[in-house]
C-alpha cells in the first residue's frame, strides 16, 4: 500500500449529539402528542362506555314495560266464556271490589304506585296464559292469576303472583305511575284517566285501558345536559275492552 501524506494530513470531521435545547424541543413535541392521544382514547372509551350504559336502559325499558303489557293486555280473560259467567270468573274478591273487575292498584302521594291485574288460566296451560314470572298453569284445573306489580327499595320492578313472594323483574326504576281509562257512562269509550285513588268502587269493571308511566334512572346524570332520571309512558288497552 502507498503512503499519501495529503491523506495523513486531512482534517477530522467532528460528530456532535443533539444538544440540550433540541432534546427539550423533542420532549415537549412528544408529549403534546401523548397528551392528545390519551385525549382522544379516553373521549372514545367515555363513548363507548355512555352508549353501552343507554343500551343498557333501553333493554331495561322495552323489558320493563313489554311485561306489564303483556299483563294488563290479559287482564279479565277467562276461559269457555260460553259457559262461565263473568260473576263466577271474576267475583268479588279483595283487592277487588266488584264483579268483573279485572285490575286495581294503589297510589300514595310521594311513593311509586302498585297495580294488579288478575286473570284466569286454562287447565295444563291449554290457552297459555302466563303469570307476570313467566310461569304457566300446570295444574289440572283453571286457576286465577293475580298479578301485583310494584317498585321495591332497591328501585327494582317487581312482581308477586297470588300473594305470594315479591320477584324483581328489572332494576334501576324509581318510579311507576297509573292512571286508568275509565268509561264513566258505558258508551264503550274511555271519559277519562284517573289514578287509582279517585276511581269509586262500582266504576272499576269499566276500566278499558291504562296509561303506564316508569322513571328510570338516567346512566348519565351528572352530564351536562342530562337530567337525573328517564321517563317512557305506554298506553296499554285491556283485552276484550279495547
Given amino acids: 500500500m502507498s503512503y499519501n501524506p495529503l491523506r495523513s494530513q486531512a482534517p477530522k470531521r467532528h460528530q456532535s449529539g443533539m444538544s440540550l435545547l433540541e432534546i427539550l424541543v423533542a420532549l415537549s413535541i412528544g408529549f403534546f402528542l401523548l397528551t392528545g392521544i390519551i385525549t382522544v382514547f379516553s373521549a372514545t372509551r367515555q363513548n363507548f362506555t355512555a352508549q353501552g350504559q343507554m343500551s343498557q336502559l333501553q333493554d331495561d325499558q322495552r ?48 311513593a311509586p304506585d302498585t297495580l294488579t291485574v288478575r286473570y284466569l288460566a286454562g287447565a295444563n296451560g291449554g290457552d297459555s296464559m302466563t303469570d307476570c314470572n313467566g310461569k304457566l298453569n300446570t295444574t289440572a ?21 297470588n300473594g305470594g313472594v315479591q320477584r324483581p323483574l328489572v332494576g334501576g326504576i324509581t318510579g311507576l305511575t297509573i292512571l286508568f281509562g275509565v268509561d264513566s257512562d258505558g258508551n264503550g269509550s274511555v271519559n277519562q284517566y284517573l289514578p287509582a285513588a279517585s276511581i269509586a268502587a262500582s266504576a272499576w269493571p269499566g276500566v278499558l285501558s291504562a296509561l303506564v308511566t ?18 317512557l309512558t305506554r298506553f296499554i288497552s285491556l283485552m276484550g275492552k279495547s
Fill in 214 to 231: 316508569m322513571t328510570f334512572q338516567n346512566p348519565l346524570a351528572g352530564q351536562p345536559g342530562q337530567n337525573a332520571t328517564i321517563s
Fill in 63 to 110: 323489558m320493563a314495560m313489554g311485561i306489564v303489557t303483556t299483563v294488563l293486555q290479559e287482564a279479565g280473560f277467562f276461559p269457555a266464556p260460553q259457559t262461565t259467567t263473568v260473576a263466577v270468573a271474576l267475583p268479588v274478591a279483595a283487592p277487588f271490589t266488584a264483579v268483573g273487575q279485572s285490575v286495581s292498584g294503589v297510589n300514595t302521594a310521594g
Fill in 141 to 161: 284445573l283453571t286457576v286465577t292469576f293475580v298479578n301485583t306489580f310494584a317498585i321495591n327499595a332497591n328501585k327494582e320492578l317487581t312482581c308477586s303472583v
